[in-house]
């Protein structure tokens, strides 16, 4: 299957945006040490040597802990949000026979020289299952100086782990900006998050996870 990204600007209403937004600013987050595993953050990377190459990971609220604070505070906003992924998800023509396994959304906080290293959000499954990675910008300015941008890339298609990596192959084609409620969909390919370069102000976005399963579901067997 070929692996491809969207755009969406002004993908919310500017209700719901403002909605989502003011809800998602005081759930609380927090850092997440096994989170992000598989993107061999190097402890260099990860301490603290005051030095300006330094790479944190963002502070995380859990799909758990939001689905919590959504039921706790009677925020139907959040399920409309995962409502809406969920309908444009099935709007792609390669899923009109498909279905969805997971649908996870997350908060994502990224502090000063907080970012994400070069990853693929998809797993070594077979031609049965497919995992996108969703983002929703919050912020409601960024300007380019700030960094904080996703940069995707083409090739190593059929490799799953940083450390099998050939660097070389690698063709940087899209850098995309965390402008305001602007959605983003990458569809298995390789990407990162540069990190943030703002002392002052958080890069914030609504990160969702969708794995879609190709794979007709058996049919029960009758016994007669």
């Known amino acids: 299957m070929k692996k491809d990204f969207k755009i969406f600007d002004n993908y919310l209403s500017e209700d719901d945006f403002k909605e989502i937004q003011k809800w998602l600013s005081f759930q609380?987050?927090?850092d997440c040490q096994n989170c992000l595993t598989g993107q061999r953050w190097n402890v260099d990377l990860l301490k603290d040597l005051?030095?300006?190459?330094?790479?944190?990971?963002?502070?995380i609220s859990s799909n758990e802990y939001l689905k919590?604070?959504?039921?706790d505070d009677g925020f139907n906003a959040f399920d409309n949000y995962k409502n809406k992924i969920n309908d444009l998800i099935f709007s792609?023509?390669?899923n009109k026979k498909a279905r969805i396994s997971v649908l996870e959304s997350s908060f994502y906080r990224y502090q000063y020289k907080s970012g994400i290293l070069l990853h693929r959000d998809s797993s070594h499954n077979g031609n049965f299952v497919r995992r996108y990675g969703i983002t929703l910008y919050l912020n409601d300015e960024w300007y380019p100086n700030w960094g904080g941008e996703l940069t995707i890339y083409r090739g190593n298609d059929d490799t799953y782990r940083?450390?099998?990596?050939?660097?070389?192959d690698l063709e940087p084609i899209k850098t995309i900006i965390p402008k305001r409620n602007r959605l983003v969909i990458v569809d298995g390919l390789w990407h990162r998050v540069s990190p943030n370069?703002?002392?002052n102000i958080d890069r914030i976005a609504l990160q969702t996870f969708v794995t879609i399963n190709y794979k007709p579901k058996p049919v029960p067997?009758?016994?007669k």
Do not use: F, R
Not at 68 to 71: H, I, V
């Open 92 to 94: 792609l023509p390669e």
């Open 28 to 30: 609380k987050t927090s």
């Open 50 to 59: 005051n030095s300006d190459i330094i790479i944190k990971k963002p502070q």
């Open 221 to 223: 067997k009758v016994h």
């Open 197 to 199: 370069l703002n002392k």
């Open 68 to 71: 919590k604070s959504a039921n």
């Open 162 to 168: 940083t450390e099998d990596l050939n660097y070389s």
